[in-house]
T-cell receptor
Framework: GAVVSQHPSWVICKSGTSVKIECRSLDFQATTMFWYRQFPKQSLMLMATSNEGSKATYEQGVEKDKFLINHASLTLSTLTVTSAHPEDSSFYIC??????????FGSGTRLTVV | QQQVKQSPQSLIVQKGGISIINCAYENTAFDYFPWYQQFPGKGPALLIA?????SEKKEGRFTISFNKSAKQFSLHIMDSQPGDSATYFC???????????FGGGTRVLVKP
């Protein structure tokens, strides 16, 4: 149980375009999901907390207009990287809170902006 | 401010040996301490977690030791196998489900 599915696993996009990443909880309902960014050989950096039915809470330094988060249902949160630039290239990972079990992570999305 | 400090950054161990990773935290409000294993190109997977009311927790070959007074906790991987080669992250939160603060990670290589 507690499977978190993330799609796509990798994406290449042109500079200036937008990219949407989906995070789904497959066998449970997730009122809270988290979005992380990870650079090579570094730790996970929390970008934002996504709450179902309300606005996301962004960490300091994260541009909310650039990284749009939508959590419209109890099983789906999306992260849209708008007007992507090469510096946005990174590994993006979502996670979902499971009651009594802590956080379970998706498999990540490798974004490359060319 | 790095609230969870993890060491060493990398570790090489022979097959069958013991891998030991240490973490120290600063925030005494933390009360949930999980360990995650991450393979290249994949998301982290929860290995084992502990709360401060116990000093040790064991699951299979993985053991967490917790020292509340020293604000330190460690992961021991017994009988290390090449398949254990991965990056390990400790983390802490104020409760299971609140946002996690991660350590810097330890890359473990188990040599056959």
């Amino acid at each position: 149980g507690a499977v978190v599915s993330q799609h796509p696993s990798w994406v290449i996009c042109k500079s200036g375009t937008s990219v949407k990443i989906e995070c789904r909880s497959l066998d449970f309902q997730a009122t809270t999901m988290f979005w992380y960014r990870q650079f090579p050989k570094q730790s996970l950096m929390l970008m934002a907390t996504s709450n179902e039915g309300s606005k996301a809470t962004y960490e300091q330094g994260v541009e909310k207009d650039k990284f749009l988060i939508n959590h419209a249902s109890l099983t789906l949160s999306t992260l849209t990287v708008t007007s992507a630039h090469p510096e946005d290239s990174s590994f993006y990972i979502c996670s979902a809170r499971v009651s009594g079990q802590g956080e379970h992570f998706g498999s990540g999305t490798r974004l490359t902006v060319v | 401010q790095q609230q969870v400090k993890q060491s060493p950054q990398s570790l090489i161990v022979q097959k069958g040996g013991i891998s030991i990773i240490n973490c120290a935290y600063e925030n005494t409000a933390f009360d949930y301490f999980p360990w995650y294993q991450q393979f290249p190109g994949k998301g982290p997977a929860l290995l084992i977690a502990i709360r401060p009311d116990v000093s040790e927790k064991k699951e299979g070959r993985f053991t967490i030791s917790f020292n509340k007074s020293a604000k330190q906790f460690s992961l021991h991987i017994m009988d290390s196998q090449p398949g254990d080669s991965a990056t390990y992250f400790c983390a802490a939160s104020k409760a299971a489900g609140n946002k996690l603060t991660f350590g810097g990670g330890t890359r473990v290589l188990v040599k056959p």
